[in-house]
Nanobody, 116 residues
Framework: QVQLAESGGGVVQAGGSLRLSCAGS????????MTWFRQAPGKGREFVAA????????YYADSVQGRFAISRDNARNTVYLQMNSLKPENTAVYYC?????????WGQGTQVTVSS
């Protein structure tokens, strides 16, 4: 059974930083494309950042480019999202997702609240 567990969310002031973690189990983590999404109150889920498995190329939404960084530690089956210069509009539930062998798996999410 595949499980993804996010952690690291919390409340931070605007301009601050947080690092989210997503630990995976039940899948060959090093072969999975990993993505962070977020969902703000009253809005749909949106793409934030991703890293693929074979080249570790990273991709970012324009709104977070230069402020957020995605990385992965395959030995720990964990993907990270370092978030710097946070803004109130970054307030959302952040989810990690894994794509492996044509299937998508989702974590339960972690709340990030940025106060102004």
């Amino acid at each position: 059974q595949v499980q993804l567990a996010e952690s690291g969310g919390g409340v931070v002031q605007a301009g601050g930083s947080l690092r989210l973690s997503c630990a995976g189990s039940g899948l060959t983590f090093r072969n999975a494309d990993m993505t962070w999404f977020r969902q703000a109150p009253g809005k749909g889920r949106e793409f934030v950042a991703a890293t693929n498995w074979y080249s570790e190329t990273t991709y970012y939404a324009d709104s977070v480019q230069g402020r957020f960084a995605i990385s992965r530690d395959n030995a720990r089956n964990t993907v990270y999202l370092q978030m710097n210069s946070l803004k109130p509009e970054n307030t959302a539930v952040y989810y990690c997702a894994a794509e492996s062998a044509g299937r998508y798996y989702w974590g339960q999410g972690t709340q990030v609240t940025v106060s102004s």
